[in-house]
């Protein structure tokens, strides 16, 4: 049984994984001077990249694994939503960590990445590893998805274009 002392006050467990991470998530946020928002386990902020602005949302309370969500700033039209599906379901076909999403009731398009900390703690340097990787997909697909959007590329076509983008 482990009885070291968390970082809640308590012994072991969630509560400890949650305060660490969440102070993880503040810590890089404060190295790269992001302003945010805090609130019970939510910290939210916005990025501007070379194609895309996202609204970034890392989930830290009472969620195991971490999850850091990108909104990305369009909606699929009802019109596009089916491919836009196949499109995002493409790009998440060997994705390890990424996980791209549509809601198909309104169209908001994002991505999320989940962070196991059952293992072992959170660590500024892996957050800021899985972070950079995650706003720079962001920003590689945006373009191709845009184009999915208006129908200039078929989706097979465009997830071949975007991960070839990806991988670069």
Known sequence: MNDEKDSSGGVGGQAGRDAHST???????????????QTD???????????VDL??????????PVTIVARLPVRATPDFRS???EF??????????????????N????????????????TVDVFESLFHLLVVSADAVFPY???????????DFAADQAEAATAA
Do not use: M
């Not at 609204?55 to 195991?64: C, R």
């Open 23 to 37: 102070d993880v998530v503040c810590q890089f946020f404060g190295k790269h001077e992001f302003q945010f928002d």
């Open 41 to 51: 386990g939510y910290l939210r902020t916005g990025l501007y990249g070379d194609h």
């Open 55 to 64: 609204d970034i949302l890392v989930i830290t309370n009472d969620v195991d």
């Open 83 to 85: 491919a836009v599906g």
């Open 88 to 105: 995002l379901h493409r790009l998440n076909f060997k994705a390890p960590r990424k996980l791209w999403e549509i809601d198909h009731n």
């Open 107 to 122: 169209g908001e398009i994002r991505v999320a990445l989940y962070i196991d900390t059952t293992l072992g703690p959170l």
């Open 145 to 155: 998805l845009t184009s999915v959007l208006s129908g200039r590329l078929k989706p």
